[in-house]
């Protein structure tokens, strides 16, 4: 085979509907498997914010540490795009007695 007919069948493969069809569908798996991964974190991220928080509301206070922890864990969750109840509870948590 020469150069030329080797260009040819490359140009041929690269241009057939068929190969960009698989090439679409590899990147909507890709692109849909990530938006269910982010979802999925916002989902832990709020359950562990709504654990947390209704502990540190029934007993009435909070620790450094515990505030800490919860504000990183609230910044991470909020950023991703969570918001709602997440933030009613973070900012309830925010109001409590901090005990050291």
Do not use: P
């Not at 990183?72 to 009613?88: E, M, P």
Request: overall charge negative; hydrophobic content about 40%; proline content about 0%.
């Amino acid at each position: 085979m020469t150069i030329e007919t080797i260009t040819v069948l490359v140009l041929a493969v690269i241009g057939s509907s068929g190969l960009w069809a698989f090439v679409q569908r590899v990147y909507e798996r890709k692109h849909e498997r990530t938006s269910t991964d982010h979802e999925l974190l916002i989902a832990l991220a709020h359950d562990r914010l709504y654990t947390l928080c209704t502990l540190y509301i029934q007993q009435g206070w909070i620790d450094a540490d515990g505030l800490k922890n919860l504000t990183d864990l609230y910044d991470a969750y909020h950023d991703a795009g969570g918001n709602g109840t997440g933030t009613t509870l973070f900012e309830r948590c925010t109001r409590l007695e901090v005990r050291q």
